[in-house]
Every structure is written in structure tokens, then in C-alpha cells.
């Protein structure tokens, strides 16, 4: 590339890896990365966000839903710290994102010039795994080549950090010296798989099981099969982390559905009960939710030996792709006779989806917000993409909807951070853009950032060619996943200076962005919303009035429990009798008959 500039070759060696989309923000920091664009016709595209950290969460969303690289870029000081939240949910929630960040010039380092911040302190932890200033042309190939397959291998984020006046410098390569570091392109994937011995003892123990669980999580995508096959061998019955909602189908009838405070009674009774575990592509934190650890003999398998042994006193780690993992076990295991176990898993989860109708029923004021959720399940195309805020609406997500074919699902897992949902629907609409994108967010992540990026969307829905992406949000005017909190762990009434929100006309705002808008404030409304915004030819914004005082209760709570919360509530909380009335209802419809119940 003779007369580039590096920030020419940089672009280009986005474009020889294969990267079509870039999430940014401008800034003087990079100017020259900017100008560069200009002369490459917008190759890869640069995509627009309101605001770094959206920018960040658009390729994490991008990274999820399309298994490729994500890649941001931000300027010097402000910009590169705006980033550094989505850059820890891609981190915590082990995505490939790449992050091109601008620095001051050379000249200007070490003298508290403007916008100066030490990037690489401030990376340090963030991209752990891979961070490295660039200082003079020859340098540029091998720490972008070593970024890219860094984040790759190792499902991370990595940051280049590029002073200014080094991207407007002439490229030269390296050349065949003394203290020059050559690189390449590409890059070849082993199947890894545990050894013969290893397996033969997991076998043994899986074998050996009379009530065997299985965890999976977001490292089985893409072994469905070889889960199906397995759980069916042992008579098994599978929960879920959440992370990993969308590796098994929901209408398995042995598929338990989530896992911990967010899942569902059927995950938590298999596990309280199960004598053995088998845990895949899981790192799911909470270990309260899990056998008693003397109670299971217990096997895990893990790509990342990083993440191996950890959670369980596991008796067998195998270190292995999930998918070829089980194919090599699979022959070493013996189908049991016996089922009465995955029968009773069955009927447990069979039970359960009719409480969870049953619960989405419960009238409210004004709208019971498991009802959005339980009308869309249905309804959803069989290849849609889901994405969940955190807050109350993870917790719908999580218990009322019904995955299934190649749908496509995920939040903010580890980190847990407001904000994500739309940023990450936008990310997948540039990754797929022939997928219809649905986001539940909150009414607090939306002032947050959500409205904001209704603005991006403005910009560039025209481009997607299935232009559905809708966005529910739940209106509730309260902060309500905390305000649950407090009432639960922390013994306390809501706290109304923090946990009341304005009142915002959400569906206003994005009408006067030319979107479809869509308020709903009648439970008999939520079915006709969903059905118009499915068949839409725009972005549709769903603003729906719900009940703040209608109970995310967790799986393991019993009636006494909720007695006690029932007193603190009492104390003094604004909203007790609301939350008392809601909350006896909801708990209700586990003791009231069934119609599969036997």
C-alpha cells in the first residue's frame, strides 16, 4: 500500500479480516482514522452510536448474535473511557470485541496535555488479555493481527491504542531486520477434545447416576444434538443458565428452562434432588442454586481451561469444544431403563409452563408485565433474535418465553449493567440484518440511554432488509428490579427519591423520530400491539403501561418467605397493599389446580 497512511492500513486489514462493520463515536483523537474512512468509501462501515459505551454494547450485540468479531473505535481521553462498561460486559460475558482507541500525539506524552489519559493503565484490567500502543508504523500489522485473534481465542476484548499523529504517518511494513516483529492473516480452529481415560471415568460416573441433571450454558451453542443425545442416553433432564437460554429448545419437555434467581421451580427442584451433574459450557456463578456439594458426583466441560473445576467439586474436568466433547462420550454411555426420573422432570416442567401462563393471566393495573411477554412467545418467528435489558424485564425473559428453532437470545449475564438492550438489538440488526430483532427494556434503562439510541436507529433502519426491530418498553415509572431487591435482601420499603422515575411519553418520542409507535395501556391491547409490530415495515417502539407491583419472585421462595418480605413491607413501603394484593395472586396460581395436574 504504497503512499497509505497507517490509518489507511489499518482499515485495510480490518477489511483482509473480514470485518464489515465497525460501532464508533468521533473524535479529534482520531482524525486521521476518520479521514482514512473517507478515502475507503466507508469500509467497513462505520456505524454511528450516540455514545461510546453504546457503541461498545453495539458490538458485543454484534459479536453475540453473529460468532464473529466485534469492533468499536473512540477517541483520545472521554471517548476511551466511555467505553470501558461495554468493554467489561463483553469481558465478563467471555464475547471477541475489539476496541481501536485514539491517544494524544507523541510529542504531547507525559505533559498533562489535554485529553492525555494513560490508556494503557486504564486498559489494563478491561483487555487483560491484549493491549498495546502502537508508535511507529512497522509496528501496526502485529498488534491489530495479535488483537484480532487474542479476542478470538480467547473470547475477549482487546484495545489498540493509536496516537494521532501515528495515524497520519506513511505506512511501511516491517521488513526482514533485526527487532522487527512480522505477522499474517488467518487463522485455523482445532477441535479439541478430552483424552480416552478422561472420558471413560466421566462415563463411568454419568453412568453410575440414577438422577442426572445436565447444566448448559452459552458454551454448548451449537452442540443441541449432541445435548439431546446425551440427556436422552441418561434420562436427564437440562436447565439452563441464562446466558445459555437459547443452546436447547424450550419445547423439549425434559428442558427445565433458567437457572437461579431469575429461573424457574423445575430447574431448582432437578438440582435440589439430582444424585448427578453434568455441567457444559458453564461458568453459572451461583452454587446455592446447585446440588449440595456432597451431594452429586459431578463432571464438567469446558473450552476455556481458565474456567474448568470451578462452581462444584467436580470429580472429572475435560477440557474440550462442547460438541465434540460429547461425541466422544456418547459412545461410553448406556441408556437407562428406568425413566421414572425424567418423567417426573417432565411433568414438573409441564406444570410449570401452565403456572407461568396462569401467573401472565393475573389481572393487574394496569398490565400485568409477564402478559407482553407470555401473548409475544407465541408469536415469535422462529429465527428472531431476543435481547433483555437487566432489571425486571430480565426476569420475563427468562421464565415466560418459549425459545425455540433458531431463535437467538442474551442480556448483560455477568456484568448485569443497565443499558445494553438496544444497543445490542442494534448490534445485531447490522449483524443480521435479515432477522427480525426484538428488546424488552425497562423504562429506566430507556432514559438511561435507550431513547438515545432510537436516534441511531432513525439513522440507518432503511439499510436493514427486514426492517423489524421492536422495542417493548416496560413503563412502570420505578426502578423495579431494586426496588424489589430492597424489599427482599434488604429488608427495606422502597425508597421513593431513588426509585421513582419521571414519567416520559416514550411512544411520543419515537413517533417523532418517524418510528411506529405503539401505547398500550389494556391487557386486551398487548395481542393486536404485537401482531402490527411483527408485520411492520419500520422499527416499532411498544410503550406499555405495567404494574410495578406485580412480583419477580424467585424460584425458591416460599410462603413464609414472602410473609416475612410482607412485614417489611408494612413498614412503611408506599405501594404495600398493591405489592401484598399482586403478590398473593401470583403466588397463588402454583397451589390453584392444573389441567395437567394428576
Not at 116 to 136: I, N, R
Not at 200 to 220: F, H, K, M, P, T
Not at 321 to 336: E, G, S, Y
Not at 494 to 499: A, G, T
Amino acid at each position: 500500500m504504497a503512499g497509505s497512511t497507517v490509518a489507511d492500513f489499518l482499515l485495510h486489514r480490518l477489511r483482509e479480516w473480514e470485518v464489515d462493520t465497525v460501532f464508533g463515536y468521533p473524535g479529534d483523537g482520531i482524525n486521521g482514522l476518520l479521514a482514512a474512512w473517507g478515502r475507503a468509501a466507508n469500509q467497513p462501515q462505520f456505524v454511528q452510536a450516540r455514545h461510546e459505551e453504546m457503541a461498545a454494547f453495539e458490538a458485543v450485540g454484534y459479536a453475540k448474535f453473529t460468532g464473529r468479531l466485534g469492533v468499536c473505535v473512540a477517541t483520545s481521553g472521554p471517548g476511551a473511557i466511555h467505553l470501558l462498561n461495554g468493554l467489561y460486559d463483553a469481558k465478563l460475558d467471555h464475547v471477541p470485541v475489539v476496541a481501536i482507541v485514539g491517544q494524544t500525539n507523541r510529542s504531547a506524552m507525559g505533559g498533562s496535555y489535554q485529553q492525555e489519559v494513560d490508556l494503557l493503565s486504564l486498559f489494563k484490567d478491561v483487555a487483560s488479555d491484549y493491549v498495546q500502543m502502537v508508535t511507529v508504523p512497522e509496528q501496526l500489522p502485529n498488534v491489530l493481527d495479535r488483537a484480532i485473534r487474542t479476542a478470538l481465542a480467547r473470547r475477549a476484548p482487546t484495545a489498540l491504542i493509536l496516537p494521532a499523529d501515528v495515524q497520519e504517518l506513511e505506512y511501511s511494513p516491517p521488513t526482514h531486520a533485526f527487532k522487527m516483529v512480522p505477522s499474517s492473516l488467518g487463522i485455523r480452529w482445532p477441535e479439541l477434545a478430552p483424552d480416552s481415560e478422561a472420558l471413560r471415568q466421566a462415563a463411568e460416573i454419568l453412568n453410575g447416576g440414577s438422577r442426572v441433571a445436565i447444566l448448559a450454558g452459552s458454551g454448548a451453542r451449537g452442540a443441541a444434538a449432541e445435548l439431546e443425545q446425551v440427556a436422552d442416553l441418561l434420562g436427564a433432564g437440562v436447565a439452563k443458565a441464562l446466558l445459555g437460554k437459547d443452546v436447547l429448545s424450550d419445547e423439549l419437555p425434559y428442558v427445565t428452562g433458567s437457572i437461579g434467581l431469575l429461573g424457574t421451580r423445575p430447574s431448582y427442584e432437578m438440582m435440589r434432588t439430582a444424585d448427578t451433574l453434568l455441567t457444559v459450557g458453564s461458568s453459572f456463578p451461583y452454587t446455592q442454586f446447585m446440588p449440595e456439594f456432597d451431594q452429586a458426583r459431578a463432571v464438567q466441560i469446558d473450552l476455556d481451561p481458565g474456567m474448568i473445576g470451578m462452581r462444584y467439586p467436580y470429580e472429572v474436568n475435560l477440557v474440550g469444544d462442547a460438541a465434540t466433547t460429547l461425541r466422544a462420550l456418547i459412545p461410553l454411555l448406556v441408556r437407562k431403563d428406568d425413566r421414572s426420573w425424567r418423567e417426573g422432570i417432565e411433568s414438573d416442567v409441564a406444570r410449570w409452563w401452565e403456572t407461568m401462563a396462569m401467573e401472565a393471566g393475573v389481572e393487574a393495573d394496569p398490565i400485568n408485565p409477564m402478559r407482553l411477554f407470555s401473548e409475544l412467545s407465541p408469536r415469535l418467528p422462529d429465527d428472531a433474535i431476543v435481547t433483555a435489558d437487566s432489571g425486571s424485564s430480565a426476569n420475563w425473559y427468562a421464565r415466560q418465553l418459549r425459545f425455540r428453532g433458531t431463535m437467538r437470545g442474551s442480556l448483560s449475564g455477568n456484568l448485569a449493567t443497565m443499558g445494553p438492550g438496544v444497543p445490542y438489538g442494534i448490534g445485531a440488526k447490522f449483524g443480521c440484518p435479515h432477522r427480525p430483532v426484538i428488546v424488552f427494556a425497562g423504562d429506566g434503562a430507556m432514559q438511561m440511554n435507550g431513547l438515545a439510541e432510537l436516534i441511531t436507529i432513525k439513522r440507518y433502519w432503511e439499510q436493514w432488509s427486514d426492517p423489524r426491530l421492536i422495542i417493548a418498553v416496560l413503563h412502570n415509572d420505578d426502578l423495579n428490579q431494586v426496588t424489589w431487591e430492597m424489599r427482599a435482601m434488604a429488608g427495606a420499603p422502597k425508597f421513593v427519591e431513588s426509585q421513582t422515575l419521571p414519567d416520559v411519553d416514550y411512544a411520543g418520542f419515537a413517533a417523532s423520530l418517524g418510528l411506529q409507535a405503539i401505547a398500550v395501556d389494556k391487557p386486551g391491547d398487548i395481542a393486536p400491539a404485537w401482531d402490527n409490530a411483527l408485520s411492520a415495515n419500520r422499527p416499532t417502539l411498544l410503550d406499555v403501561r405495567c404494574d410495578p407491583n406485580v412480583p419477580p419472585i424467585p424460584p425458591h421462595a416460599t410462603v413464609d418467605q414472602m410473609t416475612s418480605a410482607a412485614k417489611a413491607l408494612l413498614a412503611g413501603d408506599e405501594d404495600r397493599w398493591g405489592v401484598l394484593k399482586q403478590g398473593v395472586k401470583t403466588k397463588l396460581q402454583e397451589f390453584l389446580p392444573h389441567r395437567g395436574a394428576r
